[in-house]
């Protein structure tokens, strides 16, 4: 009897990264944030909610894309720096699963018990270290990979703190700077919104890619490694030019392993798509001028001398992706808003979001009368 209740005992499958301990590590690292009293903290949370809703109708006057009128489908959430960086060790778990499933399926023999306790805790506490750093970097981040409360629609986050922090830093108004954040923000959850099919899109084309790196890999742990120092690398310094691609340290390091043409496809795709989602944020932040924050000019041009700083979803990905080698796919993807804007008005653009097969590719991204032909478009009055 008591064989056979043993021999039918399932184990749960080894944990490959600790997403429990990351969590823990980043909240026990996590800076502090500045001093401010708890009056303050409320009208500051009250201030961000409020211009998080204002901004939602400014992106659908840019736009025109429907999807951002009284748009409710993800939860916004004003966070302190700790709750952000648990957060993200959430999106990563999400991100990351289905090639992590994949590789304790097929390599079960090779990875027991005690050896991917022992990875998943070093790994874990990588990943806390990491996200504690990058909590005081990070403004505000559309995450629509993370679990949400309400719907699937993801998480608009505020980073109040940083925002805080910033705003006096570059001394510049702070309702302004608030509802700049948030136009930021809120155009990439208007993105989503537009394309619903957009999220489960991506997330089958990273898992599939992440999938063919880990098989390649010669040891998870040092895969893993290299993934979390590309992260530490391409993140580590709200200067942005300071990254890999221009220093040339990092330039292959996962990418190395891209042999496969399924890989390289998907790797191109991938670049297509995040190009697409910058360029088009950028291409909405340029037109917001002062009838929408009277000091934008000001914003602007003190926060491009500080430098941007990018979230860590968005890190991992550019690290993952080798977009770090590929910085000019930002502003190929703003130039190719503006060209079909141009030819073909926002309205034949906002033909993008309809399906996966309407998305560009990395060569029509470079070249936009191509997409634009593809798509059969005419040119605007």
């Known amino acids: 009897m008591e064989s056979n209740l043993s021999s039918t005992v399932r184990h749960p499958a080894p944990q490959l990264i600790n997403w429990d301990l990351a969590a823990a590590s980043a909240a026990k690292l996590t800076p502090a944030g500045p001093q401010v009293s708890a009056r303050e903290i409320e009208a500051v949370v009250a201030d961000l909610r409020a211009a998080a809703d204002a901004s939602i109708g400014y992106v659908h006057q840019i736009t025109g894309l429907d999807a951002a009128k009284d748009l ?39 990875l027991t018990t005690a050896s991917a306790a022992l ?18 970097k990070v403004l505000g981040q559309y995450d629509p990979f993370g679990p949400a409360r309400n719907g699937t629609g993801g998480r608009l986050m505020l980073v109040a703190p940083n925002i805080l922090a910033i705003e006096r830093e570059l001394n510049v108004d702070p309702a302004d700077f608030r509802l700049w954040v948030c136009l930021h923000e809120q155009t990439h959850r208007v993105q989503f919104a537009a394309a619903p099919w957009l999220k489960d899109h991506m997330l089958a084309h990273i898992s599939e890619l992440t999938e063919g790196l880990l098989d390649k890999a010669d040891g998870l742990s040092e895969r893993l490694a290299k993934a979390a120092k590309g992260l530490t690398a391409s993140g580590g310094s709200s200067d942005a030019g300071t990254s890999p691609a221009r220093t040339g340290e990092h330039d292959n390091g996962i ?121 059969g478009l005419r040119d605007s009055d």
């Open 119 to 136: 990875g998943g805790t070093v790994t874990g506490a990588q990943f806390g270290a990491i996200l504690a750093f990058l909590s005081s």
């Open 255 to 375: 990418l190395s392993l891209l042999q496969d043409p399924q890989d390289k496809a998907r790797m191109s795709h991938l670049t297509a798509v995040m190009s697409l989602l910058e360029g088009h944020a950028n291409v909405v932040m340029d037109a917001v001028d002062a009838s929408i924050v009277p000091s934008v000019k000001t914003i602007r041009r003190r926060f491009n001398a500080r430098g941007k700083s990018r979230g860590p979803l968005e890190k991992f990905l550019r690290r993952l992706l080798g977009l770090d080698a590929k910085m000019r796919q930002y502003s190929d993807g703003a130039r190719f808003v503006r060209r079909v804007v141009d030819r073909v008005g926002m309205e034949g653009f906002n033909s993008v979001w309809a399906s996966a097969d309407h998305l560009p590719t990395e060569e029509e991204i470079h070249a936009p009368d191509k997409w634009i032909y593809r798509m």
């Open 72 to 110: 409710g489908d993800s939860d916004l959430l004003i966070v302190d720096r700790a709750s952000w960086a648990k957060a993200n060790t959430q999106s990563f778990q999400a991100l990351m699963a289905p090639a992590l499933d994949h590789l304790a399926r097929t390599r079960k023999d090779q």
